[in-house]
């Protein structure tokens, strides 16, 4: 819900604001980059969890400790796929006022949703996981 929150406050900013520009054309269309690079980070994740039969909620404890594919770079690559999706979004409108959305998504997540989550997989994982947070970054 936080992600398509921010995908709407960051379209409804550029409406707002459209003449902020950082970005013009067609230097904007290299926002398809992150964005294809996000949704297949999040295909390939939402995958990964499928096959080991775990959720994809961070309040609900997980089932399954997944260390292959983009978690081995990354502790949370679903939230990275989503936060390059919202920067890709901005640079598509290329105006200054979308900056804030990812941002604060950004802040919100690392603030509020992973450290429930890794409380979470400490509690089921712990020496695990504590191994796995040693050797690999919690974004990138």
Not at 97 to 119: A, G, K, Q, S, Y
Request: aromatic fraction near 16%.
């Amino acid at each position: 819900m936080y992600f398509w929150a921010a995908v709407l406050i960051l379209v409804g900013l550029h409406f707002v604001a459209p003449n902020l520009e950082y970005l013009s054309q067609p230097y904007t269309f290299l926002g398809i980059l992150p964005i294809l690079f996000g949704i297949a980070l999040n295909l390939w994740t939402d995958q990964l969890f499928k096959k080991y039969d775990t959720n994809v909620k961070p309040h609900i404890m997980p089932r399954a400790f997944i260390t292959r594919g983009p978690f081995a770079v990354s502790r949370h690559p679903m939230y990275l796929g989503m936060a390059a999706i919202l920067f890709g979004c901005s640079i598509l409108f290329g105006s200054m006022l979308t900056l804030l959305p990812p941002i604060i998504f950004i802040l919100v997540i690392d603030w509020v949703f992973i450290p429930m989550e890794e409380e979470n997989l400490r509690a089921v994982f712990d020496t695990q996981y504590h191994t796995y947070k040693k050797n690999v970054r919690r974004w990138i």
